[in-house]
């Protein structure tokens, strides 16, 4: 009995840290996300719909920035200083460069073009001023602070990025709910004052947070520089890729579901936190056990797999029952809202298996395959999502969308499972050649 109690005992107890990991992760994620919804509203209430309308707007084109900025410097922080915490010095400086360096570059590019586009101030210089406040707030300061949670992971210290994505996220929302609330403020220029101030506060704090971890060494480390590249594309692309079928659907459908729709996606967005949650903190220890091959990680992945596939079910499930209470949440009239949540709640089951593949790919170094199936996945699901949309409203949108995220299942385990057979024959032929 008391072999049997030993054995048991040391079936679960190794599981028990990674468990607490796993809800701690996914807790601060679901936080920050609740935070940046309250946030949101707070803006959306006091801004009013011309004034948040422009804010969400300029907003989007530096979410698709900052993917650009640093180039995807940040992933190889996380790989090779999981594998080698000597590197760190080398990895920080090449992330400062890159990142100040593109940063830089988006803004002033931003700073020029955008201003033909969005009028914050009837005063021209007081319209690019406030601009390029926003692109700096949320392209350069956003990209610093994310850079420190990365920083965490890397050191595998996940309660301390745990502290800095709720941290953030809390912050926000006590600077909207001061502005707005508080101070009364009414309009984006006002805003993005208040929002820089706040995003400041915070890239300090967290450049205060790291300083003991050591200081930077300033050089590009070049292999990595395509390794980047071939990481931040596929972000790009997938952004294309998930607002082809909203822009369509509002040139051919009722504003009713679009809105619909839209919501839907959020709630599917919201679902997949818990399957990025897993991915986040599996991250490290996929990138040092591929470090000598693929094929050394084949078991890990597979779990990984098996994980993810139940955490997505779950949530799938949660949202399909809990579907009927949303026109109580977001309004009655949202008519279409319910039966989109319950066709759309699934597609995170896809959704979650193709990412087990891509991030054990990008946690190996195996940017290019990675940014091959994320980018053709992306470029073909745009012009599919589109016709599809086109074609025949609202069916042909979901359906396009479950096609589009199966085949990238197919095209992504397809290209892991090749990649496995590529390692373990070049690990045998080695073998054979120093024997």
Excluded at 307 to 324: G, H
Excluded at 352 to 363: D, K, T
Aim: glycine share 6%; charged share 10%; net charge positive.
């Amino acid at each position: 009995m008391a072999t049997d109690g030993v054995t048991e005992q040391r079936g679960y107890k190794p599981f028990l840290p990674m468990l607490m990991s796993y809800v701690a992760s996914g807790g601060s994620l679901v936080l920050g996300s609740a935070a940046q919804l309250l946030t949101f509203a707070i803006l959306a209430r006091w801004l009013g719909v011309h004034e948040f309308s422009v804010f969400v707007a300029i907003t989007a084109v530096a979410n698709i920035a900052v993917h650009l900025c640093g180039l995807g410097a940040m992933e190889c922080l996380v790989r090779r200083v999981a594998r080698d915490r000597a590197i760190y010095p080398q990895m920080l400086g090449h992330n400062i460069i890159l990142t100040s360096g593109s940063g830089a570059a988006l803004v002033l590019l931003g700073a020029v073009v955008l201003p033909f586009f969005f009028t914050l101030s009837p005063d021209r210089m007081t319209n690019v001023a406030v601009i390029t406040l926003m692109l700096v707030t949320n392209i350069l300061l956003v990209r610093v602070i994310v850079l420190t949670e990365q920083i965490f992971i890397a050191h595998t210290d996940f309660a301390s990025a745990n502290k800095v994505v709720v941290g953030f996220a809390a912050a926000r929302t006590v600077a909207a709910a001061l502005a707005c609330i508080a101070f009364g403020a009414t309009t984006v220029a006002s805003w993005a004052v208040w929002q820089f101030l706040c995003h400041v506060l915070v890239a300090v704090c967290c450049m205060w947070s790291v300083r003991l971890l050591g200081a930077p060494s300033y050089r590009l480390v070049r292999e990595e520089l395509p390794q980047g590249l071939y990481f931040s594309i596929p972000f790009i692309l997938r952004a294309l890729r998930q607002n082809a079928d909203l822009l369509v659907l509002s040139l051919v459908t009722t504003a009713e579901i679009v809105a619909s729709y839209s919501v839907a996606r959020r709630i599917l967005e919201s679902s997949y936190l818990s399957v990025e949650a897993l991915n986040r903190l599996i991250y490290p220890g996929s990138a040092r056990a591929t470090a000598a091959g693929l094929h050394h990680a084949l078991q890990r992945v597979r779990r990984v797999l098996a994980a993810a596939t139940v955490i997505s079910l779950a949530a799938a499930v949660t949202v399909f029952v809990l579907a009927p209470i949303l026109p109580y949440l977001f309004g009655k009239e949202y008519l279409s809202l319910v039966g989109f949540a319950r066709t759309l709640c699934w597609v995170v089951v896809p959704l979650a298996m193709w990412s087990v593949a891509v991030e054990a790919l990008g946690a190996s170094g195996d940017h290019a395959a990675r940014a091959a199936v994320m980018g053709f996945g992306s470029i073909a699901g745009t012009g599919l999502a589109a016709w599809a949309s086109w074609y025949a409203p609202p069916a042909g949108t979901f359906v396009s969308f479950y096609v589009i995220e199966i085949a990238v299942v197919v095209a992504s385990w397809s290209v892991f499972l090749h990649f496995v057979r590529r390692d373990r024959q070049a690990a045998i032929t080695f073998g054979s050649g120093s024997a």
